[in-house]
T-cell receptor, first 116, second 111 residues
């Protein structure tokens, strides 16, 4: 069974459109994340939710709006897509008190977004 | 200065060789350290945590040098399947949610 799943896997769209990416985890974790990995492969945190509450909100344009209907789901809606939004978006989940006092994060397979 | 910096490589090594690389972090208060592995067009996966005393997991050895603020990863007896990008990951506070990722070091093992 897939632990962290994302849909869609690929998304090609025109500038100015609005799109959503969905994420679900079946690990029973309390915390979920959205990351953006750009063409230089740098993985950057965007948002994090813990038990449906927003706990991390990095400097991200307000065109990006996360929504967590329950602790197993975290969706990302993007308004007015721009060329610079093209990247791979990864969802992840973790338990706070996990491995070695850290929090091993389990990643979804990624959504490859291309804005034309 | 970036929070976590890595030599991007690539490190091209023959099968059976040993390869080692470092990662530096800027915040001296950082508490937890990890190496993640990312295969081409795949998601990152935890390879190993890095403990203060250093630790081994099979052919992989991780070291932490707090004085100089770097961590290292050494791979012995490289296999073709070790070809990947290795991401250095740092957490500032023990029970913090946020991880800071380096841009990765690419290793290619050739036959």
């Amino acid at each position: 069974d897939t632990a962290v799943s994302q849909t869609p896997k690929y998304l090609v769209t025109q500038m100015g459109n609005d799109k959503s990416i969905k994420c679900e985890q079946n690990l029973g974790h309390d915390t979920m994340y959205w990351y953006k990995q750009d063409s230089k492969k740098f993985l950057k945190i965007m948002f994090s939710y813990n038990n449906k509450e927003l706990i991390i909100n990095e400097t991200v344009p307000n065109r990006f709006s996360p929504k967590s209907p329950d602790k197993a789901h975290l969706n990302l809606h993007i308004n007015s897509l721009e060329l610079g939004d093209s990247a791979v978006y990864f969802c992840a989940s973790s338990q706070l008190f996990g491995l070695a006092g850290g929090n091993e994060q389990f990643f979804g397979p990624g959504t490859r977004l291309t804005v034309l | 200065r970036k929070e976590v910096e890595q030599d991007p490589g690539p490190f091209n090594v023959p099968e059976g060789a040993t390869v080692a690389f470092n990662c530096t972090y800027s915040n001296s208060a950082s508490q937890s350290f990890f190496w993640y592995r990312q295969d081409c067009r795949k998601e990152p996966k935890l390879l190993m945590s890095v403990y203060s005393s250093g630790n081994e997991d099979g052919r992989f050895t991780a070291q932490l040098n707090r004085a100089s603020q770097y961590i290292s990863l050494l791979i012995r007896d490289s296999k073709l399947s070790d070809s990947a990008t290795y991401l250095c990951v740092v957490k500032k506070i023990r029970n913090d949610y946020k991880l800071s990722f380096g841009a990765g070091t690419t290793v290619t093992v050739r036959a």
